[in-house]
């Protein structure tokens, strides 16, 4: 084959897809047999046929050439075939191959036998040519039916990852024989999860059944991948499961033609989809692990690349990333941070801080932002940068989100019997909350507990999350303005969103983001932009807060133009229950 790889180093499950391709095996001890048998099944078009006169080889033949059928004589000197046939029944990979016995005895017993060894059918010796051709066929029938089930992906008709394990067995064996490399290449949809949940499993089913499709046709019109058979090509492509494709790559002689055929898997994807009246976009994240460098072991590969595949996506998506071991160090101790970070809530590490909102014109706290913050350890306090993003992956983010709220429902409660004036507390919600259905009744469940005023509680919602399905995302908000709480727009001006849905959405506050205020006042473009916000927010006549603020020339920017309240390290850093309360009993004094 112009691959470089023949018949005989061939996956038996490969075979299995043409059975005159199978790879026919017969093991007896009369050669003049066994070159009749071998002429007769040329001229029926089997012509891989491998023979094996020395019954003491038998079984390290089977598993330098694993065939698709073996013929196996049972009366042998040395090692006779019931011996043969109770070690492959015996053997994980030859279990089920399908033995047909050659036999001249008559006797009973002696077919009982082989039957109760696992023997699969009978061929009496003299052999019939039309006999033998019919079993043959039958048998290879049954197998590939068999095989197909147990071997390919029933959506997309690719390889499965039985098929796929077995398939990168021998790309490996291959490669030390050849003294070459191979290359594991895993394929991951980015954000597949949110399109099948938002169109539904059967635009999910057919999208992937596409997916496949161009995959297939990316690596078949490859010229690294020099297949002359195409229907051999289309097996270089299997599904694993899921969301998740795999490419083996064999014979791999420069890093280089690797990077040339992830590139090309990744522009493949460029192009929308098409399912029903849906246009779908899509992108991929591929990792990538090579043999033997990246290991020797298929475990050890696959949790290489698995590596590899999660670093593409931290690294915003769409791109391929190889294996390194600075990489397996960074996987190690995110691993070991979603270890801690399930722990967190159970071991008190988590803290709320209160970061103060203060009124510009009186000077006064008008108001806080609640900010979760992991005391992970007595010297190491975990940004919310680096867990919150950890926590949505592992599917916390919705149990960490009711922990806040109630804390913050709590402490809010607490200063409340304190005698503290009542101040609107806000909380961030994350995508994966508002998205939850159970948010609202969550809601409910926690301001009744603490019998919280819900006029109180403010929830601060990213202007992506509210752009990335608008109609939901106005349904939800209206839920919410119903139980009484408030609804803020935070970092405003980075989502993109549309003037004609922000009239529409239920809200009191804008948020400006802080990229907008840092270069204030010097930076001619941002000044525009804020005083367009702050325009835009008093003709909607809604709240507005300026975020991030740090220095006296930001603050007086703000006032001049009429920014009703500030947040940031100017007035205050974000603050412990305590510290926030001294804060404010000393500032509202004032």
Known sequence: MSNGVNNTEQSVLERSRKPHD??????????????????????AGYNNF???????????????YRPDVLLLDLVMPEVDGFEILRSVRSNADTRHLPVIVLTSSSDAATKLKALELGATDFLAKPVDSSELVLRLRNTLTVKAYQDQLAYYDTLTGLPNRTLFMDRLKWALQHADRTR????ILNINLDRFKNINDTLGPRIGDALLAQIASRLTDCIRMDAYINYSDRAELSSSVSRLGGDEFSVILHEVSRVENTSYVARRLTQSMIDPFYIDEHEIFLTTSIGIALYPQDGREIDELMKNVAVATEYAKQHGRNNYQFYSKELNAMSEERLKLETDLRKAIERGQLEIYYQPKIEGA?????????????????????????????????????PMGNWILNEVCRQHREWMMDGMDPLKVSVNVSGYQFSDKDLCNSLRIVLKEHNMDAASLMLEITESVLMGDVEGSMQTMHDIKGLGLSLSIDDFGTGYSSLSYLKLF???????DRSFIVDL??????????RAIIALADGLELDLVAEGVETEQQMRFLNENGCGTIQGYYYSKPLTADQFRQFVLERNAA
Do not use: C, Y
């Open 521 to 530: 006042p010097d930076s001619k473009s941002d000044a525009a932009i804020v």
């Open 50 to 64: 491998k023979a094996v006169k020395d019954s003491t080889q038998a079984l390290d033949k089977l598993e330098e």
């Open 506 to 512: 239920p809200i009191e506050e804008l948020k400006i």
């Open 180 to 183: 070459k490399s191979a290359a």
């Open 22 to 43: 199978s790879l026919i095996m017969m093991v007896d001890d009369e050669p003049i047999l066994m070159a009749v048998i071998q002429e007769l099944l040329n001229e």
């Open 362 to 398: 009186s000077g006064k706290v008008s108001g806080m932002e609640a900010l979760i913050r992991w005391h992970r350890s007595e010297d190491n306090t975990v940004s919310p940068a680096d867990f919150i993003p950890v926590a949505e992956q592992m599917g916390q983010i919705i």
